[in-house]
């Protein structure tokens, strides 16, 4: 067995960059991966801001659009390190901290694990509170009068 060193792929602290070549990795990878990991946290209703989110219940209506995982995520991608910017719209009821913390931790250990790239911050702005009665498709509350 000969003695070459072996790259670590998908696992944080791998090299991007070796004697043998580079690698890049582009900013939509990046926020995809964020996008797809805050979404796995119980109690984020959705990503994005009103208008964003308008225009992907629009993009639902059109057959065959998909939505974009990374509706809702910003990234500043470098050579070894990305920073994430999220945007979240929560359930009712979930405590906003602690739900943060679990975004921020599931978010910083898929990016580094999938990309190899350090996250140095994610910031996460809650725009709404999602109120089960919101929900699409309730029947609107009948006027008092007529």
């Known amino acids: ?34 996008g797809l990991a805050a979404r796995e ?20 209506r059109i057959p065959g659009a998909t939505a974009s995982a990374g509706q809702g995520v910003s990234v500043e991608v470098g050579e070894k390190q990305a920073a994430v910017d999220l945007e979240l719209v929560v359930e009712y009821g979930v405590p906003i901290a602690d739900l943060a913390k679990s975004v921020r931790t599931n978010v ?30 309730e029947e609107p509350e009948t006027a008092r009068v007529q």
């Open 1 to 34: 067995m000969s003695t070459q060193t072996v790259e670590k792929i998908g696992v944080a602290g791998g090299k991007l960059a070796t004697d043998k070549g580079s690698t890049t990795i582009a900013d939509v990878v990046v926020q995809k991966v964020a």
């Open 41 to 60: 946290i119980r109690g984020v209703h959705a990503l994005g801001g009103g208008a964003t989110r308008a225009l992907s219940a629009l993009r639902d």
């Open 108 to 137: 910083i250990t898929a990016i580094e694990q999938i990309t190899g790239l350090e996250v140095v911050e994610v910031n996460i702005n809650v725009n709404d509170v999602h109120i089960p009665s919101d929900a699409e498709g």
